[in-house]
């Protein structure tokens, strides 16, 4: 089904629409309104036929949107975050205020009487900058901590950086020799593959007849590290103690019938996935993380790895254009980060990545992709090495047929289709027969199918089409509606209240500032997550509204108001209803605010 009008009960349109029986689809408005002008004329030559010196815009992403800043000399010292005269600054030349009186004095005023992160863990380390500070102050303005406080239980998240660690990369003293040797052996094996005449060693070789590789993993893993041969030294474990298990051995990551959530960039942040785990989801992945920056300790793309307590099966998804960075950013995360796999980003359409040789580009580079998927598979057996991508990068040209059978046989544990081409982006309808026919070549590893899953209604329809599908990933159906798991599960399709939807908003709003921190800062950054998310939450009809349910991923609705003021508001596609929404949760937004969405989410 291409976009179209999803239609709503004649008693909840507007007035204007209500009236206009033959309402017109918006996209087919919008196309005449582009035709428009096109064809507009200026100095007697078409508009679209002027010679410009502007680049066309990409599409996908608002780059030039503005962001708001705070000016950071106006934070207060750390060493003053937990009241008056507890410890001195250390930095002769620290540029944040020393000043507690002046700066509490230009503090505003606190957003509630509960502290959020003091009620769920017993302690804040904002201490004074805390904008719920007065919950966890004692009578001379010292941060305290609960009776009940454990600092132990208190970290529900894992995983980023340490300084000591981020000192070693920086200075490049971390050691890698494991990573270079399994690229190594990897691209040993496939000169060897060449010589023999097995492998096409053009830039884009997809397409030529796949010949059996009887090479495993094992054999690059052997190359790499020889059997140890000593007699092994100190105390033995008795077999029948463990069952005849090896203890030290973590079982793989079962990708067969499970709902796993999409790796979304900017939304599928640790808050999001909180909500999303408290609804049934079975297996999350954090954000896309760049390779190189990893590699490099920069803090920023350490955070897309943090892990919270509640996800008890996560993993970090890579991206990148070099085997020996990606290789030496999956040794980095075995080894410092709790993840139990890593997924490799295949399929990513972002521009500049694509331009780079990674994302999407990979699909056309496989000579690079398989030294890629052969050492990182390599790398662990503890920790599942897994592949991403779309059906291929142009709309007339599908490659994943062909790729998806090398890549079970380079030893990855498990590939995921999303049913578009990189050039398709979200503009078409998902093929899911085309996804069953990849499926259907892969013998031994579980291929997760992706896209346009909205409802229960859509997951059963989905695998009816795809029977050799082992699991579904969600990603936008998860963004405009995270009950959706709960609805697969249960088979029934909810039907949350205004109230309620709010109510998952107030706790996201509340694991942000837990995660980020509930001082100006991490207010407004918990803010600026809220109304990307929004951006697409916005876009979910409520089941009692819709004329003819369940509601589609890609129709566009009909103007239509909720059953309650709060229900409208939810539903309005102007983000200055999305700010009214944070000020209610996170209290009035600074001056000089803006707020435009990163993704352009309503592309149906």
């Known amino acids: 089904m291409e976009p179209g009008i999803c239609y709503i009960k004649e008693e909840y349109l507007v007035p204007e629409i209500k009236n206009n029986a033959a309402h017109k689809d918006p996209v087919e408005h919008d196309n005449k309104r582009k035709s428009v002008e096109d064809n507009a004329t200026e100095n007697g030559k078409p508009k679209k036929y002027q010679k410009t010196n502007k680049k066309e815009r990409k599409r996908g992403q608002n780059k030039n949107r503005p962001v708001f800043k705070q000016d950071s000399s ?6 003053l975050m937990n009241g008056p005269d507890l410890e001195k600054c250390a930095h002769a030349n620290c540029r944040y205020v020393h000043d507690l009186t002046a700066y509490l004095n230009s503090k505003p005023e606190d957003l509630g009487v509960k502290c959020p992160v003091f009620d769920a863990i017993g302690f804040c380390t904002r201490g004074v900058t805390c904008r719920f500070a007065k919950a966890h102050l004692d009578a001379n303005g010292r941060n305290i901590k609960s009776p009940h406080y454990d600092e132990n239980k208190a970290r529900t998240s894992m995983n980023g950086i340490t300084s000591e660690l981020q000192v070693r990369l920086r200075k490049r003293e971390y050691d890698f020799t494991r990573s270079k040797q399994l690229v190594s052996q990897a691209d040993k094996l496939r000169d060897e593959k060449k010589k023999k005449g097995e492998v096409n060693d053009s830039e884009n070789p997809v397409g030529g007849t796949v010949v059996e590789d009887k090479t495993t993993t094992e054999a690059i893993v052997k190359a790499v590290d020889p059997p140890n041969t000593e007699k092994p030294i100190g105390a033995v474990v008795d077999d029948a103690e463990t069952d005849g298990r090896d203890i030290a051995q973590k079982p793989p990551v079962d990708f067969v019938e499970k709902l796993i959530l999409s790796p979304l960039t900017t939304v599928g942040n640790l808050p999001f996935r909180r909500i999303c785990k408290e609804f049934g989801a079975d297996i999350t992945c954090g954000e896309m993380a760049c390779a190189v920056p990893l590699v490099k300790g920069l803090t920023q793309e350490w955070a897309l790895t943090k892990r919270h307590a509640s996800e008890d099966v996560f993993g970090v998804q ?4 070099n085997p020996n960075i990606i ?8 080894e410092t980060a709790s993840i139990d796999y890593i997924d490799l980003n295949i399929g990513c359409p972002i521009e500049l990545i694509y331009q780079h040789g990674g994302g999407s580009a990979l699909m056309r580079r496989t000579n ?23 059906t291929g990068v142009y709309a007339d040209k599908s490659v994943a047929h062909e790729l998806m059978p090398l890549v079970e046989e380079w030893g990855a544990a498990a590939v995921t289709l999303h049913g578009r081409s990189r050039e398709q982006r979200y503009m078409k309808s998902a093929n899911w027969q085309y996804i069953e026919e990849c499926a259907a070549k892969v013998k031994h590893i579980p291929v997760i199918g992706n896209g346009d899953i909205l409802n229960f209604e859509d997951y059963i329809e989905k695998r009816e089409q795809a029977p050799h599908v082992s699991s579904v990933m969600i990603g ?4 405009i509606k995270p009950w959706i798991f709960k609805e697969i599960k249960e088979q029934k399709p909810w039907n949350p209240t205004s109230m309620q939807r709010f109510d998952i908003l107030r706790r996201y709003v509340n694991y942000g500032l837990e995660h ?5 800062k991490g207010v407004e950054n918990t803010r600026r997550f809220l109304l990307e998310w929004q951006s697409f939450m916005y876009r ?27 229900e409208t508001l939810m539903s309005s596609p102007n983000s200055t209803d999305w700010v009214r929404l944070s000020e209610m949760l996170l209290g009035p937004v600074p001056a000089g605010f803006e707020f435009v969405p990163k993704h352009k989410a309503n592309a149906y």
Not at 372 to 381: D, G, N, Q
Request: glycine letters at 6%; proline letters at 8%.
């Open 318 to 321: 890579l991206c990148g254009n």
């Open 74 to 79: 106006l934070f207060l010292c750390h060493s």
């Open 540 to 566: 979910y009809i409520p089941y009692e509204l819709l004329a003819n349910p369940p509601q589609q991923i890609n129709q566009r609705p009909q103007k239509f108001r909720g059953r309650d003021e709060m």
């Open 327 to 334: 290789a030496q950013a999956a040794q980095l995360l075995q």
């Open 476 to 479: 936008r159906g998860a963004l």
């Open 516 to 520: 980020w921190g509930s001082d100006m």
């Open 368 to 390: 690079i992709l398989e030294t890629i998927v052969r050492s990182c598979s390599a790398m662990s057996p503890k920790i599942p090495f897994t592949v991403k991508m779309r």
